[in-house]
């Protein structure tokens, strides 16, 4: 069996990319803001830096979009323009750690400098091989402006931090094939290789043709020559473009991770996971299903479709994810990138632009039809001061102010107890978006049973706050049956009106007879929420202008008519990780 790792250097490619002296035209998912792109055009970060976070991963400066573990090291690759805060100059930026949380940077792994990756060094991914040497697959966009597959290795295999990696002579190794209908400009992002019954590798390559999305398959013997599966593994009609492909399996019962190649232990069930990044809604989708190894082949469970109706890791502000399984924990962890909601002109201001997500552990859950995440144990190692809240009462229209606690730079998990699930109010059949429904009943629309939940970055008088929170509908066809939604209500988090404030939503699969948990981790300008212990999340990103440092504060609350019990209420300041 095979140790891996990925990277998720996501957002790719294709935008309209300037050249010496001429233009190139190719599609965009990225827009490239070449009077910012420059290190003379962009100013030195400001000293009051109140939006940079405490315990999430991102560059000192500059624009930032992946991981894997070798010899006890973590590494994670990203995508880093060194000379601006936007899209552009885009090089492969590495940075090591023992945690997952601290993080030490290296020079950059691999930057153009080939004819097979001239225009630009893009999205990939890495594999361990069974003689324990890693390699990246990456895609180049070479001298005819199409994308093209390359793989890099390190220079040196003893030394744990890989800080100098080489390009093969045989690159590019895997070309737009015109004959078979693949546009050379929709060509990109392999994944995570894994070994097949007959020992050869597969890889997987995003793509598209017409609306047809795909993941396009390729084998090889020996991880250098790479042919062309006749069939992809999976594809779907009217998708559109599928970027940042992931391909892994899950263990049908329990928590740990699955290496990649791995046919699953005796007696031990195993699904398969597709994800996909679909370019024309800027969110990740998967689905679960089964591998058929010899005809190389995905086929999702009932019920699931590789399209927008698939369910997502996240419901937020989220895209271009990849996973790893990580050998040391024996668990797979999901990595996440966020952009900013503020204008290209703050975060040139700002002198930085994206996040990385807290690394999530992610599991299949007991009923196998969603996937579970929890952000990884070693995140609260940085758990300070701690606030314990128990057994209080949340009556309609309250709110309980928590004391004690940095609520700028936080970590809060908190159990509801439902009363009189009878109140719920209905929910109308053709309520099937749970966005939809947030952003039409934001927090100031009382129901039977919700809003509650927590506001955070909020100022003391709640000009501004951000809201996550729950309702909870009962079907007009079963009054026994009911539904929970979870929000992320962004409406009030900021006086500035040019941020986006978008609204996010997501139905948690969960039984209100039971308790409700939610865990917010709230750091300056990121909320990821987590509701009913992993099944829903959804991560915002919010600029206060006065619920920044000590001015911010941290309430739960209740705005619907019937009162909610709060059986705990734990709080934790978060000190910062050390990300230089």
């Given at each position: 069996m095979t140790k891996e790792v990925c990277s998720n250097i996501g957002l790719w490619l294709l935008f309209t990319l300037l050249l010496s002296n001429y233009v190139v035209d190719l599609e965009a998912s990225h827009h490239v803001y070449n009077r910012l792109t420059q290190s003379s055009n962009i100013k030195s970060p400001s000293v009051n830096q109140p939006y940079r976070t405490g315990f999430h991963f991102q560059p000192p400066k500059n624009w930032m979009n992946g991981p894997m573990i070798y010899k006890g090291i973590y590494h994670l690759f990203y995508q880093w323009n060194p000379k601006g805060a936007v899209w552009g100059n885009i090089v492969w930026a590495h940075s090591t750690s023992t945690d997952l949380i601290n993080w030490n940077p290296h020079p950059p792994a691999i930057f153009p400098s080939e004819p097979f990756d001239i225009n630009g060094c893009w999205s990939g991914s890495a594999t361990i091989l069974p003689d324990g040497k890693p390699v990246i697959l990456y895609t180049g966009i070479d001298p005819k402006n199409q994308q093209v597959q390359n793989i890099a290795e390190p220079k040196d295999l003893s030394d744990p931090y890989l800080v100098e990696w080489k390009k093969s002579p045989l690159n590019p190794l895997m070309a737009p094939d015109a004959v078979n209908g693949i546009n050379a400009s929709s060509f990109r992002d392999p994944t995570t290789a894994w070994l097949g019954h007959d020992k050869k590798w597969r890889v997987i390559i995003g793509s598209k043709i017409h609306r047809r999305g795909l993941a396009i398959t390729y084998t090889s013997k020996d991880f250098l020559k790479w042919e062309k599966s006749p069939e992809p593994l999976h594809y779907d009609d009217g998708s559109g473009m599928w970027e940042c492909p992931d391909f892994f399996p899950v263990t049908r019962f329990g928590s740990k991770g699955v290496e990649t190649s791995s046919f699953g232990e005796p007696n031990e069930v195993l699904k398969h996971v597709l994800k996909i990044s679909l370019d024309d809604t800027k969110h990740d989708y998967y689905t679960i299903g089964t591998y058929d190894r010899v005809g190389d082949k995905f086929v999702p469970d009932k019920g699931f479709k590789m399209d927008g109706t698939a369910p997502r890791y996240d419901y937020g502000k989220y895209y271009a994810s990849k996973t790893f399984y990580d050998s040391a924990k024996n668990r797979r962890v999901l990595w996440g990138w966020t952009n900013e909601s503020s204008s290209v002109e703050d975060d040139v201001e700002k002198g930085w632009s994206?996040?990385?997500?807290?690394?999530?552990?992610?599991?299949?859950?007991?009923?196998?039809?969603?996937?579970?995440?929890?952000?990884?144990?070693?995140?609260?190692?940085?758990?300070?001061?701690?606030?314990?809240?128990?057994?209080?009462?949340?009556?309609?229209?309250?709110?309980?102010?928590?004391?004690?606690?940095?609520?700028?730079?936080?970590?809060?998990?908190?159990?509801?107890?439902?009363?009189?699930?009878?109140?719920?109010?209905?929910?109308?059949?053709?309520?099937?978006?749970?966005?939809?429904?947030?952003?039409?009943?934001?927090?100031?629309?009382?129901?039977?049973?919700?809003?509650?939940?927590?506001?955070?970055?909020?100022?003391?008088?709640?000009?501004?706050?951000?809201?996550?929170?729950?309702?909870?509908?009962?079907?007009?066809?079963?009054?026994?049956?009911?539904?929970?939604?979870?929000?992320?209500?962004?409406?009030?988090?900021?006086?500035?009106?040019?941020?986006?404030?978008?609204?996010?939503?997501?139905f948690v699969d969960i039984n209100p007879r039971q308790p409700l948990s939610l865990r917010a981790l709230i750091d300056h300008s990121v909320v990821e929420s987590f509701g009913g212990r992993g099944r829903a999340c959804i991560t915002s990103r919010v600029y206060p202008k006065l619920a920044m440092g000590k001015n911010s504060h941290l309430f739960a609350f209740n705005y619907g008519s019937q009162s909610v019990d709060v059986l705990s209420l734990s709080a934790w300041s978060m000190k910062s990780a050390q990300i230089s």
């Open positions: 994206g996040i990385q997500t807290i690394p999530r552990k992610i599991w299949l859950d007991r009923s196998g039809k969603q996937l579970i995440q929890w952000p990884v144990r070693e995140l609260e190692r940085l758990r300070m001061k701690q606030v314990n809240l128990r057994n209080k009462v949340l009556n309609s229209r309250s709110r309980l102010e928590v004391y004690g606690v940095t609520a700028a730079q936080a970590d809060v998990e908190v159990l509801f107890k439902v009363r009189n699930l009878e109140k719920a109010d209905v929910i109308e059949p053709s309520w099937t978006d749970p966005q939809l429904i947030c952003s039409k009943m934001n927090v100031s629309v009382k129901s039977g049973l919700g809003p509650f939940g927590l506001m955070v970055l909020a100022s003391k008088n709640l000009e501004e706050y951000t809201s996550v929170y729950f309702r909870i509908f009962k079907a007009r066809q079963n009054s026994n049956k009911y539904v929970v939604v979870m929000c992320s209500d962004q409406s009030r988090s900021s006086l500035e009106e040019d941020n986006d404030k978008t609204t996010y939503g997501a």
